[in-house]
């Protein structure tokens, strides 16, 4: 409880003046919250369930061809934060999300966007492998139906192949597409589920804890391929592991109690974090 | 002295045996202070001594209840004279008996009583009186020996509490298995009346004959008794009604279902699902008259003004309104299984960028789909099996036909008026009931079968 107290408390002394100094944040983000490439910019988020205020005047850009690891202790807003960027708090009716986020320039936030092509732009891969209890295939095939985005079976079955070689599943299940989806391991469905964003073409890939349910060697594989697909997108990753975070992210954003704390290089903020709250949640003290 | 009574002695004794039993248990624990010498808290010593005193007790008042008259009577018969016993029938020596008993116990009206009967009368009292002494000296003596045995057996080591539950667990297998057995009897008892009908009217003939007059002739030249027990008119009358139905409540309530469980604001979802099941709380009778007085004659109007012969008891509104009173299975059960999706299977269609109709149709329509033909098939076995709709609505006539306009009769209904009014029990005609009630059976319970079948073959998936 000490530490609620002065999260909100606490103002750090070596506060670096950034541009959203105007802004009434309760806290002022440490760090560089700017990309020199950014893919998606954030500005002042605010995010209420009913009267919850559960993420407060996060800014944070999101470069190009970047990994970026959101760490943070539970219930601090990172998963909120990052269903902010596909606009998935949109099926939470309690949910009410305020503040600019652009993609490629483009505002995310206003009611007139239409959710559809965001989200084939900004997919998502969830905590629980949540494969369609449809074949293998069509798990593959539903994003590319949905949207047209071929015209023959030929083609189909080409992107099929793609997004599973890929997610570097392909091996494994080639000779087993018509296979129900959730009769795969864990870490096959978790791999389905990403070729499954994969297919759709994405610019940006958000990942909520995507390994928490996984044993360690599927760990090991999901982040080696992480690693790879960093060279065509744009990855956001939710993780409670440190270590992970450290692994497999090149920016590190860690968030407590909703406010966005530090944000930095992961060298930086986990070799040398300048808030008192980061470095007390990256050396163990709490969390 | 009447059994109530001591019924209600033995459930006073019960409560002072568990008294006793405690009191006991913490005595022989040495006070209240030490109870945990025990090996089960006082109490279960205490229910220990109560089931021991109330248990035999109980069940040999329940034989004795189902014995005694029996008994009673055969010793009193044995007494009567010889030659009268042998000059009566079966159905004198019934009279006889109640005559006895009537007298016994000063409810003989009318008649005089012959001397006969008031001697056997009197005997019968007087091995009453005997009777009744006895059961109250057994009853006291069997609870006596129950305290006596709970009071020597509790010791600090005796494991009072796993006695008191095993006996409980057989309580409870006791009381789940009178539903199976009643389930059982009723199959046995329209079994053997079906055998009977069998052996009058070939299967072959019940099965797969198209004529169906169940009236048999009472006199040689009587019109229009052919007696035919052709069971297809009915069967095919019974479908036609049932597909009537269905064709109705699965659209109607399947949709309402997919409304109510992903799209409905939780305001609209709060009072229509409760309005909705009011429907399944409406009397069948009441459905019935709806339709044979609404529906039916609305219907022929129609009929009439697009030049259709609609007959006054017609399939189609019996259909329809049987339909009406499904709707509320099919969507309730058909939520349920919507609602069952898991959400993940949502987010994960919705992050792909899917509409809510895309989601709705090629995910949570293909994953709930097993549990929605499961809930449709519980709600054809309930149409095939309604009955007061179809008796006022559908009409007696059994029509071989496939138009829903004419009037058709179903197998409940051929039930109803075979069974209701005076009828003798040795007729095919009776029996035919019984006949008709065994396939209604066996279809429903191989409906039953398969829809919990694909029901729990569905839940496995999640789970």
Known sequence: MTMIVEASAVKPANLKADHLAQDQSTTTTVGEISSPNPRMVCRDINVWYNNNHAIKHVSLDIGKNEVIAMIGPSGCGKSTFLRCLNR???????????????????????????????????????????PFPKSIYENIAYGPRIHGLTNSRAE???????????AGLWKEVKDRLDAPGTGLSGGQ??????????SVSPEVILMDEPCSALDPIATAIIEDLIDELRQQYTIAIVTHSMQQAARVSQRTAYFHLGDLVEVGTTDDIFNQPKHKLTEDYITGRFG | MSPSLLLFIILAAMALAYHLGRKRAIGVAGGLKKINRLHSLPAYYGF????????PTLLLLLFWAGLQDHILTALTLAELPAETMANLSEGQLSLLVSDIRNLASGNLMGREPSAEVEVAAAHYLRLQGIANITLWTLVGAMALAGMAWAWQRTTPSFRARNRVESIVMILLILFSSIAILTTLGILLSVLFESI??????????????????????????????????????????????????????????????????????????????????????IPTVVYGFFAALT?????????????????????????????????????????????????????????????????????IFPAA?????????????????????????AGLAANLTANPFESVTTVTVQIVTLLTGDQEFDSAKTLAAFALGLTLFVVTLILNVIALHIVRKYREQYD
């Open chain 2, 196 to 281: 009977r009908f069998f052996q009058k009217v070939p299967w072959t003939e019940f099965l797969f004959g198209t004529q169906w007059s169940p009236q048999i002739a009472l006199r040689a030249e009587q019109v229009g008794a052919s007696g035919a027990f052709g069971a297809i008119p009915l069967f095919t009358g019974t479908l036609l009604v049932s597909f009537i139905a269905m064709l109705l409540a699965v659209p109607v309530g399947l949709l309402s279902a997919v409304y109510l469980a992903e799209y409905a604001p939780r305001a609209v979802r709060t009072w229509a699902k409760p309005v909705l099941e009011i429907l399944a709380g």
């Open chain 1, 88 to 130: 998935m708090n949109d099926t939470i009716p309690a949910a009410r999300v305020e503040g600019s986020i652009t993609l490629d320039g483009q505002e995310i936030q206003d009611k007139g966007i239409d959710v559809v092509p965001l989200r084939a732009r900004v997919g998502m891969v969830f905590q629980k492998p949540n």
């Open chain 1, 189 to 198: 469905q978790q791999r389905l589920c990403i070729a499954r964003t994969l």
């Open chain 2, 48 to 55: 220990y001594a109560a089931l021991w005193v109330g248990l």
């Open chain 2, 295 to 363: 529906v039916a004659p609305f219907m022929r109007g129609l009929g009439e003004s697009v030049g259709l012969d609609i007959a006054s008891e017609s399939a189609l509104a019996a259909g329809l309104v049987m339909g009406i009173m499904i709707i509320p299975f099919v969507s309730s059960l058909s939520e349920d299984v919507i609602n069952a999706v898991p959400q993940s299977l949502r987010d994960g269609s919705y992050a792909l960028g899917a509409t809510q109709s895309e989601t709705i149709r090629r995910v």
């Open chain 2, 369 to 393: 789909l097993p549990g929605i033909v499961g809930g449709v098939l519980l709600a054809v076995s309930r149409a095939i099996g309604e009955t007061m709709i179809v008796v006022m609505a």
């Open chain 1, 156 to 166: 189909l079955d080409e992107l099929v192949e793609t997004s599973l070689q890929r």
